[in-house]
Structures are given as C-alpha cells and as structure tokens.
C-alpha cells in the first residue's frame, strides 16, 4: 500500500515535534535503571548502539565495558574498517607528501602554450618602439620588414588601437586576429572539453544515466586518461556508487581538495564502524574544542587548509584525546593549521620592523641614493596579530570569564610572536626569532623574562594549561558533551578538582565525570539532542547499513546544517540542542531516516527484513534499544489510523522521533 506524501510527512513532523517527556532539565539525583544505564552509555560514550550492542555490553558488564572505552588500545579494531579507509590514500601521507602531491602543477602560461609570443620576443627594443609609439609610416616600414610568419605573429598581438592606424595591414591584422581567436577557442575546448567533446551520444547518456551498471561499464570501456577526464565533468553525486571514479575525478577538478574529502569520510566510516567509539567520540570534541575551518585561505595559496586539516586531526588531535591537556593544548597551537587559521604564523613583533629582515632597506632606484626597499619579509608581515592570544584564553583555556584581560591578550600574543610556519610549501612549524618579542612580560600576574625567545610561548601554554579557571572551564565542556546542556556545578566541580589534582589527565577527568551519579540520573537520560553528525551516523549504526561509500552521508551532515570541518568561526560548531532545531533543520532531519530505508541513499545498504512482520513496539524497541514514549507510538497511531504500514517507514517514523533524536 502506497502512502501521500502529505500522509508520511504530516505523521512524521508530529513525531519529531512531540516534547520530551517530563522536565526537561531533570533531576540529577535519581539514578537509572540498570537496563536503562546500559543504553545511555552507549548514547553517550558511542555514536549510538548498533544492532546486538545492548547484549554484548551486558555480557561484559557495564563497568568493565566503560573502562575498556577508556582505554582503546585494549580493543582489537574492527577489521571492515581498514579496508574502508584503504582507498583515502591522504590518510597516511605526510603533509610534506600531501601538499607536494595533491598541489596541482602550474600550467604553462595559456598563450604561451599556445605559441603567441609577446611583442618583446618577436621585435627588438627598437622594432617594438616604433610599432607601438612610432608614426604610421615608422610602423609600416618595421612590418613591411618582417617575414610573414613573424609579421601575422606580430599583427595578432597589436591592440585595435594600433592596428586602426595602420591601413595598409589593416585586412591582414584582422585575418591574423581571427586566427588567433579561433585557436585559442580550440586550445581551451583541448584543456577544457566537455562531454560531447569526449564521448558519443549514447556513452553521454549513459553517464548522466546515474545507473551504476551503465557508468560501470562506461568507465570500463574507456582509456585511463579519458576516464579520469570523464569522471571530473560528472556531479560528485552521481559517482555515489562507484567512489573510485569520483576520487579520479576530484583529483583532476580539485586536487587539493582530495585531501578533507579523504578526512570527512574517514569520520564517517570510523563513527560507523570503529570498536574504538569513545575515542571517535572524543577526537570529534576536540576537534570541535579547537576548531579549524578548511576553506580558510592563506599565504595567497588557495585551499591550503583543505590540505592542512587531516594532518591536524591525525598528528594534533587524535594522538592526545586521553592524554594530558598540555600537551593537546601545545599541539595545536603548533600545528601549521592552527598557526593559519588564527594567523599566529604572520605575527611579528613591532620592534621587528625597526631591526632584522624587516627593517627598511635602503638602495638605489633609477638613480636615487637611500630609496627604500620593502624586503620580501616586510611584504607579508602585519606586526602583532592578536586573533591567537584572544581564542587560546577565552576558547581554549579559560573561557570568556576566565579572568583575563585586555592586556595578558596583548602579552600572550607577544609571546608567540616568531611561533609560525617554514612555508606554504613545507608548512612544519618553526620558530622565526627575528620575529620574536624578546622584552619582558606579564601573562595572568606570571612575570616572563626577557630573552626568552620560543619558551615565552611554552610558558604561556604551562600557565594556561594548570590555571584554575581552565580546570572549571574544560570541565564544563566535557559535561556538557556528556551529561547535559547545563550540566549539574557539583559535577562540574569534582571533575575540575581531579583536572587539578592529575594536572589535566584528561583519561581521569572522564573517570570522575563517567562515574558520577549525576552522569547515570534521570536528568541525563535523554538530556542531549543529536548534532546532524551524530544523527546521521547513529542512524545508519542503528539500522545495522553497511556504508560502501560515504561521501554522500557526508553531504547529508552537510544539509542538515553541519558540513564536516567547515565551521568558519573559532568556536565550532554548538553543542547544545537549540542550534539544531530549526524548521530547516527538523526537516531535513525528517527526511533523511525516510530517505536510507527507502534506498535512496547511495552507498548504504540495509537489511531491513527483519522487521518483517514485526509491531511498531518491536520496531521501536529494535532501534532504541528500549520501548519508545507513549507519545512517539501515538503519534505514529493518529498518523497512519487503521492502516498497516509497511516496516521500513515505521521504522523511518521512530528514527524522526524524539526517542532516537535525544541520546
């Protein structure tokens, strides 16, 4: 039986609008049922639970199961997800190796490819002179000179204005310029064909068919070099289910942007399929914590963050997330994404300018004695840069109130001065002591002696990471990710006494916090909405698809309001529900569940067959793990009436409801 759409959408929308049932701060003192612990543990330390989680996790033990989360290299990694991540090849590259190969080559200038010489390398000084600024007859007596190869090369490059003045080669200036316009019409159709350029009509249908049979076997039929060509004037989504292609062809239409694509689908495949979830979870909150935005250009290199960003994840983040916060809080600030987002990297101190490679040259020019000569240093540099000591005090340690002021932004700023990249090229961070503050300075009532060159900066990340306020202020993040929106002060304050008391043990820090009443209450249990992120991945994990591809899941996180490593302000993306909740943002939500069961989601597949038969309560109970509210049922009752739905938009309603929505 075939459903409206008006049906379908208006049973869904009353599900994901439905409130949540009883106060929605809850109370922080009444603890969870045993069965209902197992099941916010893994909303919370997992993307969501996969089918069979719930009973693998009584068999270990609830306690035993969160302290292996806690320590990830005791858990054998899912095998599926290294055949995953083998074809993203940028994964494992070096940075070095990743810039240097996914940079694309500089073309020969175009008219030089196409053999229009300039003026000055057809004519001498002399000859150029008289052609350009010369009378008409000083002109007409160097082209009556040239042989006619030379003189048409020398006509097609005259400006109009030129040419008008020389009526005797007026004709044979406009045959020359026609010439040249057609072949630089033929030379840009060579470097830029389109696909009735390269293909008959019937390989042009087959490849807008958007059949995966019919591009298959397209592909299969044409040369390596022309299929590349092929795959790079297709949409990204039509290449969904062959993945290979559309890498060949982004590496041909963007190549440096292969390098974050590579990175969001790693994202996806490892929230999906890692044994590892707690770290997942973790290198997605940090990231978030100390976010970088990949479409920042900088240096004048276009798209470098694109090749910046999964060395950031891979070497800054991902190597720290239970380790000690100093040491995650100094590798971000020395990585060359973090030192171009903030633009630390152009940061120099004032007294740079007065002495060192940015101090005036003097020369001579034309003639003139004491010109001075900007220095290839002096044009990049700006003076101090105060965009990274502002956000390392109010977004990456202490926090808005975290009892800064104005002048320890200043002096914190003065101290990273020199702290910056080799090159565009060899982004590795160095320290430039020519651009060094050397004077003395005083960060949050801490005196820091002159001459202390690169250790300015060390010191500051040393204070940073052991001040009080950034105990409180980190605590409260991590409580917020994990208990609630606004989590309990009390819980907030033993897990900062234990950042304190470890010097930012983070492993410890998520101990207290996961062994607190407060994290196993009632008024955490479904206290969190799911980012698109979050909803997207415990989707597919809850429906048990297999992920063959995931750019296009990737482009619905995107839809629905979070595109993967592109929050362009410091702060990331929100972590509380109200960012989320939007008409748009509910209904794209809506849509996305309807859209996998139905299949129209390329590169995931499903078994949905053993819903078969099945009741909406055991539908229900399948997929969260629990029985859904009263109110998700009832909705699903008025909006379908007597009629039997089938399984799979049952299951659709229950994943736009409230009870899969919260985790």
Known sequence: MKYPVRVITACALAVVILPRLGNTTGPFDKRLSPEQQIIHALNRLTFGPRPGDVEAVRRVGLTKWMEFELHPEQIPENPVLSDKLKPLKTLDMSLAD???????????????????????????????????????????????????????????????????????????????????????????????????????????????????????????????????????????????????????????????????????????????????????????????????????????????????????????????????FKDLLLATARHPAMLYYLDNWESVSPESFEVGPYAPQRGFVNGLANVIIPTPFQRQAHGLNENYGREVMELHTLGVNGGYTQHDVIEVARCFTGWTVRSPENPEFVFAPFSHDFGEKTVLGHKIPAGGGEQDGLQVIDILAHHPSTAKFISRELARRFVADDPPQALVN????????????????????????????????????????????????????????????????????????????????????????????????????????????????????????????AIARDLLGHDASAQTLKAIETGLGDKKPPSSLVASLILSSPDFERR
Request: zero cysteines; charged letters at 25%; glycine letters at 6%.
């Open 98 to 324: 990743v810039v240097k190969e996914y940079t694309p080559e500089q073309q020969q200038p175009f008219m030089m490819a196409m053999g229009f010489l300039q003026l000055n390398t057809l004519l001498s000084d002399e000859q150029r002179r008289k052609v350009m600024n010369g009378t008409a007859e000083e002109r007409t007596e160097v082209l009556k000179a040239l042989d006619p190869d030379k003189r048409k090369q020398v006509l097609a490059a005259l400006p109009p204005n030129v040419v008008s003045f020389t009526p005797e080669f007026k004709e044979e200036a406009a045959q020359a310029q026609k010439m040249r316009q057609e072949e630089i019409q033929k030379e840009n159709r060579r470097r830029n064909p389109r696909l009735i350029d390269l293909l008959d009509s019937d390989q042009v249908n087959a490849a807008r068919s958007g059949d995966r049979e019919k591009l298959a076997a397209l592909f299969a039929s044409l040369a390596p070099d022309k299929r590349v060509v092929v795959a790079s004037l297709l949409p990204a989504k039509s290449l969904g289910q062959i993945p290979e292609y559309r890498r060949e062809g982004q590496f041909r239409r963007t190549p440096r942007q292969v390098a974050s694509e590579d990175l969001k689908e790693a994202k996806i495949f490892r929230a999906v399929y890692s044994n590892r979830q707690l770290e997942e979870v973790l290198v997605d909150f940090w990231f978030n914590h100390f976010n970088v935005d990949i479409a920042k250009n900088v240096a004048n290199v276009p798209n470098l963050g694109h090749l910046l960003i999964g060395s950031y994840e891979r070497d800054a983040i991902r190597p720290h997330v239970f380790g000690h």
């Open 494 to 617: 033993r897990m900062a006494r234990t950042f304190t008391r470890t010097g930012g043990d983070l492993r410890a820090v998520l101990g207290t916090m996961f062994q607190s009443p407060e994290f196993f209450s009632e008024g955490a249990w479904q206290a969190k909405i799911k980012s698109p992120f979050e909803m997207v991945v415990s989707t597919v994990r809850a429906l048990g698809g297999q992920v063959n591809d995931a750019w296009t899941l990737a482009e619905k996180v995107a839809e629905m309001g979070e595109p993967l490593y592109s929050k362009l302000d410091p702060n990331g993306y929100a972590d509380t529900g109200e960012a989320w909740l939007s008409t748009a943002g509910i209904m794209a939500r809506m849509n996305f569940p309807a859209a996998l069961v139905s299949g129209q989601v390329p590169g995931v597949s499903l078994d949905s067959a053993r819903w078969n038969g099945a009741e909406e309560d």
